[in-house]
């Protein structure tokens, strides 16, 4: 059994807005085991759409639409499902009640063109919505269906798991769970990450173990499918040990966890503070620090030429590394600021290379211990400051006591 999403809007396609619902209703089909074949964008187009549709149906069990259920002439996607289903639209006297009664609690006056947002087609089953003005519905093909639910994503998402999720899983009897483990790694390129766990990421296994690349971080997803999330645990718990043995200490966390967080919490078990100097990264790291945790992050300094680092106390000497800089930085920072540890980083073009390099020193200094390091970066410079971001948060990680 397979499912399919098709979102609805133009803007998707002139790229005014990131299609977001796809993401969320993946993620929530996962949670109850239904797999999720296709995903597909097309634009308010009733042609083009009663088409996609009429696909859709042909191949996937269960269609959700999203978007193209607002008020106005440019939204045909209740057209476009009555088309593909052959179905007469029908005006819905209780849903134009709900809607009234939604305009009326909030002191609103209804406009015309709201009524339109009452017809379904015939037959369909009505999804009120008690978040907002876009009713959903669900029309019934056979044995399979079509879910159409409302582009705005707040109320996408409260239909789908309010409603929709219900609705799939006694209609279907599912009883499936696919569950994630994504482990979070820095250090390492993503094909010799690849090259690390080969074996794991062979096709037909389950669980099927993939990996995603960052600006200087690569996630490796591990998806279990099982009869219940127990089940789904037990069979991704043998393979993440045995990929966290292959990778050790590259790995940092997993799921939810961050750089900063995880920064933020060593620094507490200190009760301590860290601060920056930036040179080259334009507060990329500071701006991290800052999310990851406001009362450890003491602040710092952002450089924008050599003779700024006198303010620190501290002269850069003329042909010394961008290594040798940042350690020197790093350590300045920490003292005037007067705080457990200081981090900083220090950019450099590399002369005579083409296409260009960037020489990038990163350095971390605690009162007992110092880590620096030297990259070569390529690229452009938004993408460089955040690799740099990413790899001088790791580097205090390392740095810092371990929590475990």
Same mark, same amino acid.
């Given at each position: ?71 106005? !002439?440019?939204?045909? %996607? ?20 709900? &809607? ?32 907002? %003005? ?12 079509? &879910? ?48 690390? &766990? !080969? ?51 590259? &790995?940092?966390? !997993? ?53 700024? %680092?006198?303010?620190?106390?501290? +002269? ?24 457990? !540890? ?27 211990? +110092? ?34």
């Amino acid at each position: 059994m397979q499912a399919e999403v098709v979102s609805v809007g133009s803007e998707l396609l002139l790229g005014q807005i990131v299609d977001t619902n796809s993401a969320v209703i993946a993620r929530h089909l996962a949670a109850i085991g239904l797999d999720l074949y296709y995903k597909t964008a097309v634009g308010d187009n009733l042609g083009r759409l009663t088409a996609i549709l009429r696909q859709s149906l042909d191949r996937s069990e269960v269609v959700i639409t999203t978007g193209g259920i607002g008020p106005t !002439a440019d939204d045909v %996607t209740r057209e476009a499902v009555a088309l593909a289903t052959a179905r007469e639209l029908e005006f819905s006297g209780h849903l134009m009640t709900q &809607i009234e009664a939604f305009f009326s609690a909030r002191g609103f006056k209804l406009s015309p063109s709201n009524r339109r947002q009452a017809f379904i087609p015939r037959g369909a089953l009505p999804i009120e919505n008690p978040v907002g %003005t876009a009713p959903g519905f669900i029309v019934e093909v056979g044995e399979r269906c079509v &879910i159409t639910l409302p582009g705005v994503p707040r109320e996408m998402e409260y239909l789908l798991v309010h409603r929709v999720l219900p609705y799939l899983r006694g209609r279907y009897g599912l009883r499936g769970e696919i569950k994630l483990r994504v482990l979070k790694v820095v250090g390492l390129g993503e094909s010799r990450i690849g090259e690390l &766990i !080969a074996e794991f990421m062979e096709k037909g296994r389950n669980p099927t173990v993939g990996t995603l690349a960052h600006l200087g971080q690569v996630d490796v997803r591990i998806a279990a499918k099982a009869a219940d999330a127990a089940a789904a645990e037990a069979l991704i718990a043998p393979v993440e040990g045995e990929i966290r043995k292959q990778l050790g200490d590259l &790995i940092f966390g !997993a799921d939810a966890d961050t750089l900063e967080g995880l920064v933020a919490a060593q620094l507490a078990r200190l009760n301590g503070r860290v601060a920056v100097a930036e040179f080259g990264s334009a507060g990329a790291v500071a701006e991290r620090l800052a999310g990851g945790s406001a009362s450890m992050f003491a602040g710092g300094v952002i450089l924008s030429a050599p003779t700024d %680092t006198l303010r620190l106390g501290v +002269e850069l000497p003329a042909g010394a590394s961008a290594e040798a800089k940042a350690r020197l930085l790093a350590r300045a920072v920490r003292t005037w600021s007067k705080v457990t !540890a200081g981090a900083a980083t220090v950019f450099e073009p590399a002369p005579g290379v083409e296409p260009p390099v960037t020489v990038v020193g990163l350095a971390v200094s605690l009162d007992e211990r +110092e880590e620096s390091r030297e990259h070569r970066f390529g690229g452009d410079l938004p993408s460089m400051r955040i690799r740099a971001a990413t790899l001088t948060l790791d580097l205090l990680r390392r740095t810092l006591p371990p929590l475990g």
